[in-house]
């Protein structure tokens, strides 16, 4: 659809009931959060809620930013040719958007915003019967499949890279290149407070800072690389090392740091470490992690990257294999040609060859420097505010529906 401009000033300043949905991953989750925590603000919304999968992480992240949060059953599309699993989800599917059909009308929504993920699938499609306008985000380099089917529908698209819309099935300028929405001030904190944010106030600002995260549901490839090379990195490489191995993989780190620092490594190494290494199994304010993050060792997840780019952090990127349309990997080799990453794949993520990646950047601090500036180049400090003003400039000029 045509981006209209505002017809009256009654329908500019009418106030809005907003419904996001996605989720599934954080990668689709926290962009929709951060839309939300800046819509909740806006003098022309007058209300909000989220619609996501009960057995997902929406279910739980979304009440805990304060939202009201409805689930709508649903599952991802399945592979393979059965027939047979095919047709029960086609039937999933329809029941899906009846309920969410319901819900839409229940709430009395003037607008609907995806951000991606298989729950979106039956909540776009319920607006678009009951001629909703919604809106689209795409965070990944390739587009996910139900950004591809709803977006030629769209009111309006935008997206976390250039150059999407084929992808995306639309013409070039119905896609509005934005970045990812991000949570938190990235920009404000000094290294020195970020350490006290995260309570770790006797840590060295001078000191190089390696930050490991493994996404939202942690890395087990990332843990186990990360464990078995802490003598490296912090006896012989001098570094602080932060590592967030995700809630589901906390217990299991935890038992592989013991078995090392207790049989597998000399006392005055495992003293070494335990004085500069520390792990959670998830840090809630990631603005305050990339603060003293000189570098970093992480998944490719778009919003990482929307993450690494604004905080200006060079990093070794290490892709989830098993990603939709192997989605990650792409990410990742766009942020390594543009100079802002390293990609080592995850066959290849030893404890050998991330000791080799770290020590070819600590031994080179141009190398360090020359990543930085390509993160911040690349970074879209404004995301958020572009969305919300493409989105209620459409609003303005549509009303409540489309025309």
Known sequence: METLT??????????????????????????????????????????????????SLES????????????????????????????????????????????????????VIGTGGYVAAPVLAAAQQLHIPYFIHEPDVVPGLV??????????????????????????????????????????????EAFHQLGLAGWSAE????????GSQGARTLNKAVVQALPQLIADCNLQVIHQCGDKLWEETQSLY?????????????????????CQPFFNGMDALWAVADFSVCRAGSLTLSELYLSGTPSILVPYPYAAAN?????????????????????????????????????????????????LRLAKPEATQTIITKIMNCLGGCGKRFQ
């Not at 949905?21 to 003098?43: F, I, W």
């Not at 409805?70 to 393979?80: K, T």
């Not at 390594?336 to 770290?358: F, H, K, P």
């Open 327 to 375: 989605h990650q990997e792409a990410n990742a080799r766009l942020s390594e040609a543009e100079g802002a990453s390293i990609l080592l794949l995850d066959a290849a993520c030893s404890a050998e060859n991330l000791v080799r990646q770290v020590k070819r950047l600590i031994e080179r601090p141009e190398a360090l420097t020359t990543m930085k500036n390509h993160a």
């Open 207 to 214: 000191k190089l800072t390696l930050v490991i995260v493994g």
């Open 60 to 111: 739980k992240k979304v009440p805990e930013a304060g939202l009201p949060f409805e689930a709508v059953p649903f599952r991802g599309m399945p592979r393979g040719k059965n027939p047979f699993k095919l047709l029960g989800w086609l039937w999933a599917l329809n029941q899906a958007i009846k309920q969410a059909k319901q819900k839409l009308k229940a709430f009395n929504a003037t607008a």
């Open 258 to 278: 013991q078995a090392h620092s207790t049989t597998g490594w000399e006392a005055e190494t495992a003293e070494k470490i335990a004085s500069a290494y520390h």
């Open 147 to 192: 950004n591809k089917l709803m977006a030629r529908w769209a009111a309006g698209v935008t997206g976390a890279f250039p150059n999407r819309a084929k992808g995306l099935g639309i013409p070039e300028d119905r896609y509005t290149f934005t970045g990812n929405p991000l949570r938190g001030n990235f920009t404000s904190l000094s290294k020195t």
């Open 6 to 55: 505002p017809k009256t000033t009654s329908q500019a300043t009418s106030t809005h009931r907003i419904v996001l949905t996605g989720g599934g991953t954080g990668g689709h989750l926290y962009p929709a959060l951060a839309l939300a925590d800046a819509l909740k603000h806006h003098p022309n919304v007058e209300a909000l809620l989220y619609i996501g999968n009960a057995d």
